[in-house]
Structure formats: structure tokens, C-alpha cells
């Protein structure tokens, strides 16, 4: 704590007139130009020094020098640019470092308005700053200039700070007004001052004459602008918008909204300086709650329908329109910072922090509050919506971007968003404070430090859609939704064409195309030829079809999946013949056993034949790879009518990271006994000639038998490994039943990807009995997730021609896993860990014939 012990500022005038600056101070000076900063803190710098003081000059803005460098003096350098995290990360680190009883002068925060283009912002910057200063018994001077923030920012600064005064210069004299003075008081100390010329004397203007002298000079200068009350972000689109009113609209003007809006990325923001004219950005502004970048998801949903509308426009008929809102990024960071806990985000970017203090903060956050003024964009955007179904997505700013998908790591939260509007305000604050936890997600956290992006900033803005589709008995969804890929490497078929594009499609919302589902099988198609599929036969293709959707359920407000079965009955019987298909096998079997009773299942195969449905498909997935110069990868929901027509909504677009479209592998011919597995097809990944020091097997029979405590310890027991041999840099193969993965543990082992992000490669084999089989579950976000950490993915069937798996490639192995945990395994586990290094295990694969051999190849060392 400080200990107020009272120190000299190097005009003993202004020490008269505040009682002296005391140790623990943070000393704001609102002036009209930077020369009447540098003229109080030059002196105070002289004296601080003359008095044995460490004196720190923070320097980080672009204006000239406040303080001349020298020998005694510090000067520490800091980059704005850098992001509003990482700049007060390293402030604070820095006063971490110098301790108790330093001076500090810094650069002028209104410097910082420019860099994060928002008052707001900068206001936080001090708030978070300004008492860590105070406990560490330190002195910090700080400038603003007048007239150059809103009067919220400066009211921030006045709560904050223990001194903020007011100076004007005329004709070499100057005035100062203390606005605040923390717990000192005089009659006279909060009147204007006229500070003697060699600063020795500090004279209250209580005579009449002398008032009247001040009072001229203030009304020379005209009151502050009638926009006071707007942030810096906002003058800054009013001046736009104004200059558009006029006739302009220049470039420069564009790049600049184009950094206030879409971020930092450069070829995100290029495309966004070739596509959206001054006009479009304003329209994304008046779309906006709060300030800050809209984040990777946003920008990329946007981007890609202001390509597609003007490259496209033929579709226009046939591309439902938007109209989505954005709760800024800097919302996030103001909302950690009105709650308190910035402390604790700050202790989160360390690295003993990183996991620990994460899985407190996200704790913390579903408790925090909101400002009023937030809030009441809130409603007003509820208002807007009225009682249509929305959804809140996060959009942080590395998101969707190019190298960083972060697919399926943040949460989106489908709303039914009915009832009365104070009911539905706190179901969508808390469906924010939900997207904002799952930043501190584990697997996120692994993502990003796996990615060495766990030093950037990670604001998270919000986008918020309104959900495409049509009530249907009660229930609320699209016809059908899902994901497509400009770029096809799931090439099964000398007839597809991999630059043709895939889609993987579901009935319903798009939940089930993202994320690996239970029991269920998502149509894949491939968009050069359509009426393909891996299976053949009726009942294979009755087998591997979708059952179950998701909906919304308007009545109990909740997502909700549903038999498909279940579903139809309320449908049209226009909507039944487009989606379903009748499993005459399934209602036979039933006839047998005395029930009489239609069974659907979806195969999406009258979306698959729809020429001018899949034509778009193609145009659009081809159109954005063409203007990203990238394959590119969207979510999309379609919508169809009776009468045949359709629209589709575009709802995301990111660049899709692609490896192995090299050149072919060699792979050479080993005997029989030396083969692990040889596959023809059913891989992802491909381009890989590794050797393997490690495979983790899971006993599909030991598995079954355990219970629900013992699948999950399965799971986590994984995660240790992954660990222990992956931080140590060793190549590990994890080969396991079902589906990794998924939620149900009864249909494969329900590992989060922080717990198997290590691996190098892993394969799916089928339960005994055949109860679940693997499925490449390609375009999903778990696909996305193995495809960007560089993990080879393989599901092994057990009885199609031409493929190998020796699941006793290993007996007579010594099991390692005790030895490599250090202490003994439960005899009950279904885990068992083997040094494939020693037998010279390899893996090759060839992304472009689609083959997979892996065993002991003589000749690899």
C-alpha cells in the first residue's frame, strides 16, 4: 500500500496548492498541446532525479519526445500496436519489474486513441494501470489533451486517478484548476490557479479582475465540441460519413475504417480494401454494439457475401439476405475490466497461469454485469429481432483467419429468444458471457499455444444471426445446412474431381454437418459428381444416412435432436418427398414383428440431384477460392419451397488449410507380415513419410467392458500420454474403436482435442460386432482440428476388399505404459502403449492416390 509520503514536482507553487503530490499518486494533466505536458514533467523529472529517485519515462507514442534521453533516466518502449492486451501485459510487467517507490512519466494517452482507434479502450488502458501504480507506492504522471475524448473516457479517468488537473497556457503564464485532488482539501485548492513564471507560487483567482482575465481566455478558446459525448470510434465514422455526404471516398478513408473493423490480418483486410466500398463499412457500423474489430468470423461471413454479390450477381435472387448485428471486441476487455478481473486475465497469460487462472476466470464470468449503456443496445437490438430465433457466435479477432481456423473451439448458443424482452435480455447476456468463457476453454488454450498464438491478443467480439429456416410443427429449422470445401482431398473416386469442391450436408440445422454426431451419418458429396457415394447398395446406404436432426424447439425453448422418424410426421408432404427416402429393409423387419409404421432416413439424395442447387454450390466455393487466392472453407443453410426454388444463406467463410497436394509418394511393396495396416482409401491427411516411435492401442474388447467411469478415465489416461511423449517431440500413432472424439462414450472414446493434440496420427477400428462403425468424418470441426495440427486421420473398416489391419501386429510386444507413467496401470485398462521406434515402424501415405501403408519397411532407418 502506499505510504503518502509527500514529495517535491519541481514547482513548489503547485506543491502549496494540492497539499503535494504524495507516493501512491497517478497524476492526470488535461492540457491543449504536448509543450505544456513537457513543461510540468521536465521539472518534475529534474527533481525526482536531484532526489535519488529510479525514474521510468514510458514512451509509445508517435508524438515527439517528452523527455529527452540521459544517462539516469529509463526510457522503456512499448508498441500500441501491438494490441490493448499485450501493451498493458507489458506495462504491467514492467512496473512488476521495478517494484515499489519508482517514478513513472508517460507518453500521452490520447496517443493510445489512435492506436486502438476507441476512447473506451484507452479508459480501460488507465483503469487497470492506474492502481497497481497506487499499490506499488509509485508516482505517475499522465497527459490527455482537451477536446479530444468523450466525456465518458474522461470520467473514467477522474474515478480513477488521485489527481486530475486542468492547465491552460496564455502568453507564457499558466493556469491550472484541480478537478480532483483525492483526500486533500483547502477552500481555495479547486478555484483556478495562476502559477507564478518561475513556479514558486500558485495564486487562486478569487479577485474579481483576475477572473474576469481567465474567463476571456477560456471563452477565446470556445466551449468543447457539441460531440463530447461520442467515443473517438464513433467521430471517426461520423467524419467518414460526412466526407461520403461530400463526395468522397478515398481509399485512405477505407483502409482506415477497414483496421477500426475487420482487424489486423493483411490479406484479410486487402480483400476487404478491394470489395466494400466507404458506404459498406458504415453499414457495418450501424450494425454494431460498443467498438472494436467484429472479429475473424464476422469478417469472414461478410467478406464472403460482399464477393459473392459483386461477382455474382445472378445469385442475388438466390442468396438470402443477412441481417446480422456485432458486439464489438472491445466490449470484452471493457467487461473484464468492469468486473474486476483483469488482474486475473493478466495472471492467465503467464505461464503458470495459462490453465490454472483460465479455468477461474471462466468460472467468474457468467457472474459479471454488463454496463447500462451496453445493455441497452442490448434490447434495442432484441427489439429489432423481435421473437425470431437467433444465435450467438463467437468471432474473436485470430479466428477464421489464415492458419487459425479455431473450429469448434469458442461456443455459439442457438436462443429460441421468446417471452417478454427483459426475459429474453438475460438469455442473451448470458449466452455472450457463455461465448466469452469458452475462450478460456482447455482446448482452446491448447489450440492457441499449439499454434504459438498464446501471446497475441484474443479479444471476442460477437456475431449474432437471426436462424434461417421455417417453423414446422412446432419445431424451428432450415431444410438443410452444412459445410463446404473449395477444395475436395477426400478423393474415393477416379470420377470426383477434387478442385470441384465437397459439401458434407444434413437435414436441419447445421449442428450435425460441424460436429461429429452419434449414431448418424452426414451426406458427403463430392460437387463434381453428386450421385456418388462411398456405399453401394440400398441397404448400405439406409445403413450410413442420417437419422436424427436438429431443431429448435420453440414451446421449450431449447436446441433439441429429434428422430427424424418423429420429425416428419409434421412436415408437408412436399418437404418429406425432398428430404426423405423410405427404408423398406427397416419396415419390413418391423411387418415381420407384427408393426406396421413408415421409417425415413436422409440421404439428402433430391439435394444431391437439384442441378441448380449444387450449380450455385459450385459457383460460390469456386468464386471465393478464386478472390481469396486460397481454398476456402463455408457454413451455409439452405431453404427450399414447394414450388421448387431455393436460397441459400452464407453464415461463415474461412481459409481451409489443406496439406499433401504435393507431388505423389513412392510407396513401396513390403511382405505380408511386416504390414500394420495398407489401406486404399478412407484417410485424411495425406502427403505423410514419418517414422513412428510410438502407438497407443485401445482394446476395443477391454473398452466395451468397462463402465461409463472407466471410458472417460480412457480418455483422460490418453491425455496423459499426450502429454508425457509429445512435449518430448515424438511421433505417436493413437489407434482406438468407434469414433474419437464423441460425446457418447458407449459409441468411442470421448477425448477433447487438448488431449490428443500431439498426436501425429490417429485411426478409428470398428467395435466387435460391428455395433459402431468409423466414419471419416470429413469437414467437420473435428476433421478441421486434426486437419490444422497436422494429424494423419484413418478410420480402418474391418470387411472391405483391399484393406489390411493386423490388430495383432503387436502381441509378444513388451507393454510400456507403465514405465512411461511411472507408476503402475490398472489392471482393468483398455490402454496399451507400444515403442514402435525400435521395430521401425513407418507411415506413408499418398495424398495423391489416396493409399496408406504402415509397417516395417527394411530400408527406413
Not at 139 to 159: C, E, G, K, P, Q
Not at 204 to 222: K, Q, S, Y
Not at 387 to 398: A, G, T
Amino acid at each position: 500500500m502506499p505510504t503518502f509520503e509527500r514529495i517535491r514536482s519541481g514547482f513548489p507553487g503547485l506543491d502549496v496548492l494540492v497539499d503535494h503530490i504524495r507516493m501512491g499518486d497517478n497524476v492526470v494533466w488535461q492540457l491543449d498541446d504536448l509543450d505544456q505536458y513537457r513543461h510540468f514533467a521536465v521539472p518534475n523529472v529534474e527533481q525526482a532525479l536531484a532526489d535519488g529517485r529510479r525514474v521510468n519515462y514510458v514512451r509509445f507514442a508517435l508524438h515527439p519526445p517528452i523527455l529527452e534521453a540521459r544517462p539516469e533516466l529509463a526510457v522503456r518502449n512499448f508498441d500500441p500496436e501491438a494490441g490493448f492486451e499485450t501493451f498493458t501485459t507489458r506495462v504491467r510487467e514492467l512496473i512488476t519489474a521495478e517494484g515499489r517507490d519508482a517514478f513513472y512519466v508517460f507518453d500521452s494517452l490520447s496517443e493510445l486513441q489512435t492506436a486502438w482507434a476507441s476512447d473506451l479502450m484507452m479508459g480501460c488502458f488507465f483503469r487497470v494501470t492506474c492502481p497497481y501504480l497506487f499499490d506499488l507506492n509509485t508516482v505517475a504522471y499522465f497527459a490527455i489533451l482537451r477536446n479530444r475524448h468523450s466525456f465518458d473516457a474522461v470520467a473514467r479517468i477522474r474515478d480513477t486517478t488521485q489527481l486530475l488537473l486542468d492547465v491552460y497556457g496564455h502568453g507564457g503564464d499558466y493556469y491550472i484548476q484541480p478537478l480532483k485532488v483525492w483526500n486533500r482539501y483547502s477552500p481555495t485548492m479547486f478555484s483556478p490557479h495562476l502559477l507564478s513564471r518561475d513556479g514558486q507560487s500558485a495564486k487562486p483567482l478569487i479577485d474579481a479582475v483576475e477572473a474576469t482575465r481567465f474567463h476571456g481566455i477560456l471563452n477565446e478558446r470556445g466551449l468543447a465540441p457539441m460531440d463530447g459525448s461520442l467515443d473517438h470510434w464513433d467521430r471517426t465514422f461520423l467524419a467518414a460519413r460526412l466526407a461520403l455526404d461530400s463526395g468522397g471516398d478515398d481509399r485512405e478513408t477505407r483502409r482506415r475504417l477497414i483496421l477500426m473493423l475487420a482487424g489486423r490480418d493483411s490479406r484479410i483486410c486487402q480483400l476487404f480494401l478491394e470489395h466494400f466500398s466507404c458506404l459498406d463499412l458504415l453499414r457495418i457500423k450501424e450494425r454494431m454494439i460498443g467498438s472494436g474489430s467484429v472479429g475473424g468470423k464476422t469478417a469472414g461471413m461478410l467478406l464472403a457475401r460482399k464477393i459473392i454479390e459483386n461477382r455474382l450477381p445472378e445469385l442475388r435472387e438466390r442468396l438470402e439476405p443477412h441481417d446480422s448485428f456485432y458486439v464489438g471486441a472491445d466490449v470484452f476487455y471493457s467487461f473484464l475490466v468492469e468486473n474486476g478481473w483483469w488482474t486475473l486475465r493478466i495472471e492467465q497469460r503467464t505461464a503458470a497461469g495459462f490453465f490454472s487462472a483460465a479455468e477461474e476466470l471462466g468460472g467468474r464470468i457468467g457472474s459479471g454485469h454488463f454496463p447500462s449503456a451496453t445493455r441497452e443496445q442490448f434490447r434495442r437490438m432484441l427489439d429489432y429481432f423481435g421473437q425470431s430465433p437467433i444465435i450467438v457466435r463467437s468471432s474473436s479477432l485470430l479466428e477464421d483467419g489464415f492458419g487459425n481456423a479455431f473450429a469448434g473451439k469458442y461456443a455459439s448458443i442457438f436462443l429460441v429468444n421468446s417471452g417478454a424482452l427483459e426475459l429474453r435480455l438475460a438469455a442473451f447476456e448470458d449466452a455472450v458471457k457463455r461465448v466469452y468463457a469458452s475462450s478460456m476453454d482447455p482446448s482452446a488454450l491448447v489450440y492457441r499455444r499449439q499454434r504459438d498464438l498464446a501471446d497475441k491478443d484474443e479479444q471476442m467480439a460477437i456475431l449474432v444471426q437471426r436462424v434461417s429456416g421455417s417453423e414446422l410443427g412446432g419445431f424451428f429449422m432450415p431444410t438443410a445446412a452444412g459445410v463446404g470445401h473449395s477444395h475436395n482431398v477426400y478423393v474415393w473416386n477416379e470420377r470426383i474431381d477434387p478442385a470441384a469442391g465437397m459439401l458434407r450436408l444434413v437435414a436441419g440445422l447445421g449442428t450435425r454437418a460441424v460436429d461429429r454426431v452419434e449414431s448418424d451419418y452426414p451426406r458427403v458429396l463430392s460437387l463434381s459428381a453428386p450421385d456418388l457415394m462411398p456405399v453401394a447398395g440400398a441397404e448400405e446406404r439406409a445403413r450410413y444416412s442420417q437419422r436424427y436432426l436438429d431443431a429448435l424447439n420453440l414451446a421449450e425453448d431449447r436446441l433439441e435432436t429429434l428422430p427424424l422418424d418423429e420429425a416428419a410426421r409434421h412436415w408437408p408432404a412436399w418437404l418429406r418427398a425432398l428430404l426423405c427416402e423410405r427404408d423398406h429393409a427397416a419396415e419390413a423387419s418391423c411387418r415381420e414383428r407384427g408393426v406396421n409404421r413408415d421409417i425415413y432416413y436422409c440421404g439428402c439424395e433430391n439435394l444431391a440431384g437439384n442441378e441448380s442447387f449444387i450449380g450455385d454450390m459450385r459457383q460460390i466455393l469456386s468464386t471465393l477460392q478464386d478472390a481469396y487466392d486460397y481454398p476456402i472453407d463455408i457454413e451455409f443453410a439452405v431453404n427450399f419451397s414447394e414450388a421448387g426454388g431455393h436460397v441459400i444463406n452464407l453464415l461463415q467463410c474461412r481459409p481451409l488449410q489443406i496439406r499433401g497436394r504435393g507431388a505423389a509418394l513412392d510407396i513401396p511393396e513390403i511382405p505380408p507380415e511386416r504390414v500394420f495396416f495398407d489401406l486404399p482409401g478412407s484417410s485424411l491427411g495425406g502427403g505423410v513419410d514419418w517414422p513412428i516411435d510410438y502407438v497407443i492401442l485401445v482394446d476395443s474388447g477391454k473398452y466395451l467392458d468397462l463402465d461409463l467411469s472407466g471410458k472417460y478415465g480412457t480418455a483422460r489416461l490418453i491425455g496423459r500420454i499426450n502429454r508425457i511423449l509429445a512435449d518430448a517431440g515424438k511421433k505417436i500413432m493413437l489407434i482406438g474403436p468407434g469414433r474419437w472424439g464423441t460425446r457418447s462414450p458407449d459409441l468411442g472414446v470421448p477425448v477433447s482435442f487438448s488431449e490428443i493434440s500431439g498426436m501425429a496420427a490417429m485411426c478409428e477400428v470398428p467395435f466387435p460386432g460391428d455395433r459402431v462403425s468409423p466414419e471419416l468424418s470429413y469437414g467437420s470441426h473435428f476433421f478441421q482440428d486434426l486437419l490444422e495440427a497436422g494429424i494423419y486421420y484413418a478410420s480402418i473398416p474391418d470387411d472391405r476388399e483391399g484393406y489390411v489391419y493386423r490388430a495383432g501386429f503387436f502381441d509378444g510386444e513388451e507393454d510400456i505404459l507403465a514405465g512411461t507413467l511411472g507408476e503402475a496401470a490398472d489392471a482393468k485398462t483398455a490402454v496399451r502403449l507400444y515403442d514402435a521406434g525400435k521395430l521401425r515402424l513407418w507411415l506413408k501415405s499418398d495424398a495423391i492416390g489416396g493409399r496408406s501403408l504402415c509397417g516395417v519397411f527394411p530400408d527406413m532407418a
